[in-house]
């Protein structure tokens, strides 16, 4: 039987998922960060290559396992094994890239089968060092999709933010939830 | 120069019959050492106690907030109370040792603020090349940007408490609601409008304080802290009419300019986002009452989830979100199905509508299936998920 105790977090190189998770990880995550050697360079120093993994221990022992997928394309092949058992998808977004409507349809479109089973929440970062395309616009876009999820500000390096917008993913899957 | 916590505090009193309040002098002169000392003339207070278990107490502390925002309050309450940043609590019955906390919170409190004064007042003198030490703070994100969280005990303090209502009952429907245009969030939200609409920055002479507005970046400038404007926002227009705040006497027009050349290079971290501070305007206004023109008979739905990481929760907000936004319910259902008090709900319809994000319709006269969502978890899996969900918020 499958256990369903993992929320995957993606997006594209620098949008801040290794970041998201060492926010909410109760032990210190395990990364898979190597230097940038191709196109991500020009974004960050080091890039995940593999995923990236920490843990949030709830009372009473149950585990959740906070994964990351790694950002370049080139590594799609695992996205659909790491999102087995997932509760939910936490798509980050970087703002300040080329095109991030782009972003937001190419993750949509790669996981369109997992977001159609479980349920979706959008974090938009770098919106500190570029305050547009505003929020109101990523809902635009979405609409013709069927899809309406939450989507917030995020600093990734902030726990509140990130908490916040793991509770909206919750809450999008039974309304009236209470903890 | 007057040490704080030499001198006794000086205390006013609200809710208490003459004798309580001599009482209460006598108490302070002795078990609690003349740490504190009741003040005839209440305008020398620095600190205001106010009975919460008194006849129309929250009257009393609403409009003691109001004149005297500088004022800590001191609430004695029979009820178990958490402090929240701007009051101190003492349970009844009052002890020495519960009083003399009490007044050396408050004292830390005037303390606090004294010393942001003179930070910001040395910030103000000192020459322009020494003011960027402060720029490594700014790399982290500004606090203030960031939501803040007004929990049942905050929001009853700073917003009161209001009885449920049978929405049946046309005296109590007509309670429950108010209009926006009577108080300054109606001209806010009209001077916003307007700077959006022309796309471009305004100054717009509102009848308290200018308000500058940025709409290419949806932010806004104004000269007023956090207490100025939730006691502002609290005062009908037809009062401020004929009071002289904030320098400029009320005006019933708008009147919107271009803005110079010094609001132009307005300091970037000093501008609040435009929807946080409608959202914020609508809570502090809204009192937990539902806007005018928003029907307690109509369903409700949530066009789209507001920017909550940004914007001040209040409690039980994504519970009410999450509802609205699956599922259309009027307000006292919402509130209902969610077994919380109705004001929360109306406090954040009236945020959600000052920013468009809520739509109305008649109520179906099919009953609808009591809060179904499409597929609804099962129950294991919700406690599961409401167990993650209370790791969350705990920690």
Avoid at chain 1, 69 to 91: A, N
Avoid at chain 2, 163 to 179: E, R, S, T, V, W
Wanted: hydrophobic letters at 40%.
């Amino acid at each position: 039987m499958i256990q369903y105790n993992k929320i995957i977090f993606t997006g594209p190189v620098g949008a801040g998922k290794t970041t998201a998770i060492t926010s909410l990880s109760d032990v210190p995550p395990v990364k898979t960060d190597e230097t940038a050697s191709d196109m991500t360079k020009s974004r960050k120093a080091s890039t995940t290559v593999a995923l990236d993994y920490g843990m949030m221990t709830l009372p009473g022992g149950d585990k959740i396992h906070l994964y990351g997928t790694p950002g370049q394309e080139r590594f799609d092949f695992m996205w659909d094994i790491l999102t087995t058992g997932g509760i939910g998808l936490v798509l980050l977004l970087d703002n300040t890239r080329a095109d991030p409507f782009q972003d937001l349809r190419f993750f949509l479109n790669k996981f369109a089968g997992f977001i159609e089973a479980t349920s979706l929440v959008i974090g938009v970062t770098q919106t500190d060092i570029r305050a547009t395309p505003l929020l109101s616009e990523y809902h635009r876009q979405l609409q013709g999709t069927g899809l309406n999820p939450p989507i917030f500000e995020v600093d990734a390096r902030r726990r509140k933010d990130v908490s916040l917008l793991v509770q909206a993913l919750l809450y999008t899957i039974a309304p009236g939830l209470e903890g | 120069m007057t040490d704080l916590t030499m001198t006794p505090l000086r205390l006013a009193v609200l809710g208490m019959d003459e004798r309580t309040a001599k009482l209460f002098k006598m108490f302070l002169q002795g078990p609690c050492r003349r740490q504190a000392v009741i003040v005839e003339d209440g305008e020398e207070a620095e600190a205001c106690m106010i009975d919460m278990d008194a006849r129309r107490a929250t009257e009393l502390f609403d409009r003691e907030r109001q004149t005297h925002p500088e004022r800590v309050l001191v609430l004695l309450s029979l009820n178990d109370c958490a402090s929240s940043p701007e009051a101190v609590f003492v349970k009844k019955p009052v002890q020495a040792q519960g009083m003399l906390h009490a007044i050396g919170r408050a004292r830390q409190i005037l303390e606090g603020r004294k010393s942001r004064k003179t930070e910001k007042a040395d910030a103000e003198t000192q020459p322009a090349s020494l003011r960027t030490v402060a720029v490594p703070e700014k790399s982290d994100g500004s606090v203030s940007k960031v939501a803040a969280l007004l929990d049942e005990q905050s929001f009853m303090s700073y917003l009161g408490v209001r009885d449920d209502i049978d929405p049946a009952d046309p005296k109590q429907a007509a309670a429950a609601h108010y209009n926006p245009k009577d108080f300054l969030q109606g001209r806010f939200q009209s001077a916003c409008a307007l700077a959006l609409s022309r796309q471009q920055a305004l100054r717009v002479e509102t009848p308290w304080k200018p308000l500058v507005v940025f709409p290419q970046t949806r932010r806004i400038w104004i000269n007023a802290d956090e207490a100025q404007l939730r006691a502002a926002c609290a005062i009908p227009m037809t009062n401020l009419a004929h009071m002289d705040i904030g320098g400029s006497r009320a005006a019933t027009d708008l009147k919107a300019m271009a803005i110079d050349a010094a609001e132009e290079q307005l300091d970037p971290d000093r501008l609040i986002p435009l929807d946080a501070f409608l959202w914020k305007m609508a809570i502090w206004t809204s009192k937990g009452k539902l806007p005018a023109d928003v029907s307690l008979e109509h369903e409700v739905t949530l066009k789209y989830w507001p920017n909550l990481t940004r914007f001040l929760l209040i409690p039980h907000t994504m519970r009410i979100a999450a509802l609205l936004h699956h599922s259309p319910h009027t307000a006292c259902e919402a509130a209902r199905i969610l077994g919380i008090r109705q004001q929360y709900v109306f406090a954040f319809i009236s945020a959600t509508h000052a920013l468009g994000l809520i739509e109305q319709q008649p109520k179906q006269q099919i009953a609808r299936a009591e809060f179904q969502p499409s597929a609804k978890p099962e129950p294991e899996r919700t406690s599961f998920l409401g167990k993650i969900l209370k790791h969350l918020k705990m920690s």
